[in-house]
Nanobody, 114 residues
């Protein structure tokens, strides 16, 4: 069983930045593919970015060049650095861990508004 706890969400103006963090409990963190998903009101949950155990990354087209996912296996933590934020980035952001089975965090709200 893996528990995921996100932090770092909040209200930011367009063009601003936020960094989300997700701390995972348990062992074997380094083997999990870690991801960030988001869900806006009335929309389906979508993949934002993920990072494999070897460090390979994958991004949604809508965030390429603006968001960066990274991980620190020594701290059991995955990060999402979000720059040049847009109002359409407003959503609840969820941390995900996957290795055969999936685990989800409780989500953190990101609101981009002036």
């Amino acid at each position: 069983q893996v528990q995921l706890v996100e932090s770092g969400g909040g209200l930011v103006q367009p063009g601003g930045s936020l960094r989300l963090s997700c701390v995972a409990s348990g062992t074997f963190f380094s083997i999990y593919t870690m991801g960030w998903y988001r869900q806006a009101p009335g929309k389906q949950r979508e993949l934002v970015a993920n990072i494999g155990g070897g460090g390979n990354t994958n991004y949604a087209d809508s965030v390429k060049g603006r968001f960066t996912i990274s991980r620190d296996n020594a701290k059991n933590t995955v990060y999402l650095q979000m720059n040049s934020l847009k109002p359409e980035d407003t959503a609840v952001y969820y941390c995900n861990a996957m290795w055969g089975v999936e685990f989800w965090g409780q989500g953190t709200q990101v609101t981009v508004s002036s």
